[in-house]
Nanobody
Framework: QVQLVESGGGLVQAGGSLRLSCAAS????????MGWYRQAPGKQRELVAA???????IYAGSVKGRFTISRDNAKNTVYLQMNSLKPEDTAVYYC???????????WGQGTQVTVSS
């Protein structure tokens, strides 16, 4: 079992920055793929970024070059640095952990990010 707790969301003006954090507990962190999804009102949840245990990252095309995902295995934490934010980035952001061997997903409770124009 994995517990995930997100923090760092909030209200920011367009062009601003936020850093989301996701602290994991309850299981081995370093062997799990971690990432962030987001869901805007009336839209499906979409993958924003993910990072493998060895640090390889992938990004949605809409955030590439603006967002950076990273992980600190010593702190059991994954981060999402969001720069040059746009109103269309407004959504609830969810952290997830994937147990690759077992094929299980774990989710955080979500954190609201609102970008004003």
């Amino acid at each position: 079992q994995v517990q995930l707790v997100e923090s760092g969301g909030g209200l920011v003006q367009a062009g601003g920055s936020l850093r989301l954090s996701c602290a994991a507990s309850g299981s081995i962190f370093s062997n799990k793929r971690m990432g962030w999804y987001r869901q805007a009102p009336g839209k499906q949840r979409e993958l924003v970024a993910a990072i493998t245990p060895d640090g390889t990252a992938i990004y949605a095309g809409s955030v590439k070059g603006r967002f950076t995902i990273s992980r600190d295995n010593a702190k059991n934490t994954v981060y999402l640095q969001m720069n040059s934010l746009k109103p269309e980035d407004t959504a609830v952001y969810y952290c997830y952990a994937e147990d690759i061997l077992k094929g299980l997903y774990y989710w955080g409770q979500g954190t609201q990010v609102t970008v004003s124009s």
